[in-house]
């Protein structure tokens, strides 16, 4: 069959403000199978009915073709709104019909997208990527697009093992046709590069007291390009000012146009903890940079330490910092000759556009070629006690938190699983008097123990204080963590004492 000849696919985007690789990937995807199929690009917008602006100019920049429509995803379960959907899925399906769409490529979780999906036949691929496997318990039903594309195989084969669908890897798609050899490895001052919002999952701390270690032995500077506007990247900044070191790392913020930075540098370093497959990777070797990286997820998969790249042995300082001095090491001994020839091998075998365009054009038809789809019914079956749940939502004063009323599918599922009648609430701040009045509301049988708080004694809420060492840990109880910092470094400190994510440890929000 002639599939691309009729076939018109509609890419659906993420957020309707800020950029990220997620989104961009799929921006890329369909800039390279626009040579294939009738292409037009979907943008969000926000509840002002303006589009992103980043992805509309990169649209404007390509030629693509691109319309906006309100809609909202989600990178998580817990996120995934059920009644915002429902709001958005008029829209979308006058949307397909006029435009005559023939299939869906979205990215994140897309819940609209998927029920317009079933109820016009238009078979649905979703991109989506890293999750811990824990959180898969939060939402079981069958909600979700029966075909899945990710970067790594470490999570392709998570997504289809748990959700039982179909699924590919297929690496992310180089930025050009053709790879940019240097024409020379300088050995003086070496530019390191990193990508990405600057935030705690991309673990760019880590990456500047590795580098700060070892500018006693090497000539370096550490170019860091992405958004700084959280708490984190101000302790960054703050470190870099601190130990005077503002002259070897410079913060860039958040930059639209990477090439001039990827012309300049010589290495990229990614220090990420928690990441499918880093598509800063691929912009890096297509310009010809040295990959320095922790082991994340599909790293591995593809890039071998003092093969074609420096793969650190795990995620701490030292062992960042000892992989830049590998790397420094080639520099100067000229070894990085042969690690940049294995990486250009490795580039042409997983990251050219020819070869991506191939394996998606090949996954696009095999999944066209499937005429069995899933049912509606399932979705709305929900519908009736998602509104229960949202009328006892109605009466929490949320403080300003919306995250509590688009969360009516969580904490639907959420009753269905909770550990007995006793809980206790992590945080004695604002985010833990929100969370003890959903509670209160939505499962009224709860009854709230006591606040767990390092830094606060007495009562909040008419409730009692405790400190984390006098909770008392049990199986059978429930443990909610309502905290905007730190929530990771808890987590951990449960489960150290036999607890478990979504078992007996929930995140509000």
């Not at 018109?8 to 989104?23: E, V």
């Not at 075998?349 to 996954?363: A, E, G, T, W």
Request: proline residues 3%; contains cysteine; glycine residues 6%.
């Amino acid at each position: 069959m002639d599939f691309p000849g009729k076939t018109k696919i509609a890419y659906f985007l993420d957020a309707p403000k800020g950029f990220g690789g997620a989104g961009n990937l799929l921006l890329e995807q369909a800039r390279l199978m626009e040579d294939l199929y009738k292409v037009v690009v979907v943008i969000p917008m926000d509840t002002d009915g303006i589009k992103n602006e980043e992805y509309e100019k990169r649209c404007e920049k390509y030629g693509l073709s691109y319309i906006g429509l309100k809609y909202g995803t989600a990178y998580n379960f817990m996120d995934l709104g059920y009644t915002g959907a429902m709001r958005s899925v008029a829209e979308i399906e006058e949307f397909a019909r006029k435009e005559e769409i023939t299939f869906f490529h979205s990215v994140q979780l897309n819940l609209a997208v998927e029920y317009v999906s079933r109820k016009l036949k238009i078979p649905h691929l979703m991109n989506i990527y890293q999750l811990q496997e824990k959180e898969f318990k939060i939402c079981p039903a069958d909600i979700y697009a029966k075909y899945h594309l990710c970067d790594s195989n470490m999570y392709s084969d998570l997504w289809q093992r748990r959700l039982n669908i179909s699924s590919r890897c297929i690496r992310p798609v180089a930025l050009q046709d053709e790879f940019r050899k240097k024409k020379t490895y300088i050995k003086d001052k070496i530019k390191i590069l990193m990508l990405g919002a600057v935030c705690e999952r991309k673990n760019q701390m880590a990456a500047i007291r590795a580098v700060e270690a070892c500018m006693g032995s090497y000539k370096m500077e550490l170019r860091i390009a992405g958004d700084a506007g959280s708490d984190y990247a101000e302790e960054c900044i703050s470190y870099a000012v601190e130990h005077t070191l503002s002259e070897n790392i410079i913060f860039h913020g958040f930059v639209s146009d990477i090439m001039p930075l990827l012309e300049e540098c010589d290495c990229l370093l990614c220090t990420s903890v928690d990441e499918s497959f880093p598509s800063s990777m691929v912009e890096a070797l297509t310009y010809d940079l040295t990959i320095i990286s922790t082991p994340i997820a599909g790293v591995p998969e593809v890039f071998v330490n003092n093969h074609n790249a420096f793969v650190s042995m795990d995620f701490s300082v030292s062992g960042i910092g000892e992989s830049v001095r590998e790397c420094m090491e080639c520099y100067a001994n000229g070894e990085i000759n042969r690690i940049h020839q294995n990486a250009e091998d490795t580039w042409k075998s997983n990251f050219d556009r020819r070869l991506v365009r191939q394996q998606m054009d090949s996954y696009y038809k095999s999944i066209l070629a499937d005429k069995n789809f899933k049912s509606v019914d399932i979705i709305l079956d929900m519908k009736e006690e998602i509104c229960r749940t949202e009328e006892r939502l109605s009466e929490v004063d949320a403080e300003g938190e919306e995250w509590v009323y688009t969360r009516s599918l969580y904490y639907m599922f959420l009753n269905k699983n909770l550990c007995g009648k006793e809980t206790y609430i992590w945080g004695a701040g604002k985010l833990g008097r929100v969370t003890l009045s959903v509670l209160e509301r939505i499962f009224p049988d709860l009854k709230v123990m006591a606040f767990i708080d390092s830094h606060k004694a007495g009562e909040y809420c008419k409730i009692p204080i405790i400190k984390p060492s006098d909770v008392p840990i049990r199986e059978d109880a429930s443990y909610f963590i309502s905290l905007a910092r730190e929530r990771s470094r808890v987590i951990r400190y449960l489960e150290i004492r036999g607890l478990e994510l979504n078992t007996q440890i929930w995140c509000m929000p």
